[in-house]
């Protein structure tokens, strides 16, 4: 598709379980972002990739979670031992350019993950 | 640490002029942009400003005043379709282990209702 696409639409799971959401940003695109946005809140910050490498990851809550490109085009963000509090939209975003180009990010429509 | 404030919540009616206000304290600013999101859906990209000044898109423009720390969406002739939530987002840029990097930190997001 023309757009960012993301996996599941919706995920339900348990407290402690491993979850993995997939990101497929638009074709070409070099910078992937994923974020995490609370009802009436703006998108929050979590990781950032340029190809394949990870650049930044000061935003990811702890340790639970972590995030891979490996091939510079599909990403996953991992949350290991899920917690309630982890319950949120998680979006994912890709830019043309860098993130400090005049380029901007377009974000898909997201994870809706809930922990029981 | 970042700053960025917007009204939770206006009102207009169809045909009228809104304007949505962001005020912003970041270091190392490098843009700004307002994006739309209904709700339910990704948010869209609207505008980018680096430089101070206006830059007009259709019925939409949006203002710049780096001096000020502010900056303003302006939407003419609402229309119902109008109504959703502005995001406000500003990017920093900072040089970290040889590499440069921009993260976007968005406002709450103004969500505006259009009524006939």
């Known amino acids: 598709g023309a757009g960012v696409s993301q996996s599941p639409r919706y995920k339900v799971t348990k407290r402690g379980q491993d979850v993995a959401l997939r990101c497929d940003p638009i074709?070409?695109?070099?910078?992937l972002y994923w974020y995490r946005q609370a009802l009436g809140q703006g998108p929050e910050f979590l990781t950032y990739f340029n190809y394949e490498a990870q650049q930044d990851k000061s935003g990811l809550p702890n340790d639970r979670f972590s995030a891979e490109r490996p091939e510079g085009s599909i990403s996953t963000l991992t949350i290991q031992r899920t917690e309630q509090r982890d319950s949120a939209m998680y979006r994912c975003?890709?830019?043309?350019?860098?993130?400090?180009?005049?380029?901007?990010?377009?974000f898909g429509d997201g994870t809706r993950l809930s922990i029981l | 640490g970042q700053n960025i404030d917007q009204p939770t919540e206006m009102t207009a009616t169809e045909g009228a002029i809104v304007q949505i206000n962001c005020t912003y304290q970041t270091s190392g600013f490098n843009g700004l942009f307002w994006y739309q999101q209904h709700a339910g859906e990704a948010p869209t990209f609207l505008s980018y400003n680096v430089l101070d000044g206006l830059e007009e898109k259709g019925r939409f423009s949006s203002f710049l005043s780096r001096s000020k720390g502010y900056s303003y969406l302006l939407l003419k002739e609402l229309q119902m379709k109008d109504s959703a939530s502005y995001l406000c987002?500003?990017?920093?840029?900072?040089?970290?282990?040889?590499?440069?990097?921009?993260?976007?930190?968005f406002g709450r997001g103004t969500q505006l209702t259009v009524w006939p």
């Open positions: 975003a890709s830019s043309l350019g860098p993130p400090y180009s005049n380029q901007p990010q377009h």
């Open positions: 074709s070409g695109h070099v910078s």
């Open positions: 987002a500003v990017r920093d840029i900072i040089a970290d282990r040889g590499s440069t990097l921009g993260r976007l930190y």
